[in-house]
């Protein structure tokens, strides 16, 4: 019997779009484009997810890829993003109805900043969570098994009565080999309801 439930945040619990995160400063299809693959690329969030680089140091390794008329945007998107991230439709609904029905434990597992993790308590959706793991805290991403096994032992889970929802099939793959129960997210809330209704 699954009694609790852990959520990856990103493309679960929210749309991490960076387009349409640009788009809300920048009107230019070029300028977006380019603001996108430089203020987002991987090369500097994979670090910041395990915190091993600081938003300032990013925001100057961006300012070196982009035009200097650019730099201010940039900046603006990079402090802003958190505050541009819409809800996924029907998942705040979902987490009320398992913690209400079932007295289920709501958990978020996220590889993301430290950043991010000083302003978490600002994001509606998480103040349903029952606690909440943030990367970049404990210097430990998805999917190293180890962040399974730090989440389990800080908030008391066993690993068997735990399903990890996650839209990432490599982190879902690990998470099982860890011992959780794995759900690979698709962006269809009814549907997870539907399966949650059957494991808990």
């Known amino acids: 019997m699954i009694k609790n439930v852990i959520f990856d945040f990103g493309q679960v619990l929210v749309r991490f779009e960076p387009e ?7 009107e230019n299809e ?4 380019l603001l996108s693959d430089v203020v987002f690329d991987r090369l500097y969030w994979d670090k910041l997810d395990l915190g091993t680089i600081t938003d300032k140091e990013t925001i100057e390794l961006c300012r070196e890829r982009l035009p200097k008329r650019l730099w201010d945007a940039a900046e603006k998107i990079h402090w802003n993003w958190i505050y541009n991230i819409p809800e996924i439709d029907g998942m705040k609904e979902l987490i009320k109805y398992i913690k209400e029905r079932y007295g289920t434990g709501v958990f978020v597992l996220s590889n993301i900043s430290h950043y991010f ?3 978490s308590h600002e994001i509606d959706i998480l103040n349903y969570a029952d606690g909440c793991v943030f990367s970049a805290r404990i210097g430990i991403t998805k999917p190293d098994y180890r962040i399974f096994d730090y989440m389990c032992k800080k908030y ?3 690993p068997k009565e735990t399903v990890f929802v996650d839209d990432n099939e490599n982190n879902i793959k690990s998470s099982i080999e860890f ?3 794995g759900y690979i997210f698709d962006g269809d809330a009814k549907k997870l309801k539907s399966y949650l209704e059957t494991v808990l």
């Open 30 to 33: 070029n300028d977006v484009k």
């Open 156 to 158: 008391n889970l066993d």
């Open 20 to 26: 349409y995160m640009v788009r809300q400063y920048v």
């Open 117 to 119: 993790a000083d302003h």
């Open 179 to 181: 011992g959780l129960n």
